[in-house]
């Protein structure tokens, strides 16, 4: 866990696409080359691009995928993680649970 969180963090985070990638690391195990490769494949982008903070912030606001100062009327908190997981194609338990009580 401590080697995912310090990836996700050396790659920006929620400021570009770390929280993506180490999603993807733990969801799915996969190694960090593989992970990248996926949410670049996902997202559009060049893995090279996943750490680009600007072109990242940009993309996320497009996607309504949640970015790290709020933005009037972009996604947040667990409307940004369906989207997110919508995306990705995972699973994510706080957005299952969320699904089942309302009845989607």
Known sequence: ?????SVASGMGG??????LVARMQLHRKMRLPEAKRYVAERLGVRSVDLSDEVLMRELREELDIGVVTSVPGCAKGLEAKWRIADLLGVEIQCVERFKRKVGV
Request: charged fraction near 20%; aromatic fraction near 0%.
């Open 14 to 19: 929620i400021r570009a696409a770390g929280d």
């Open 1 to 5: 866990m401590p080697v995912a969180h």
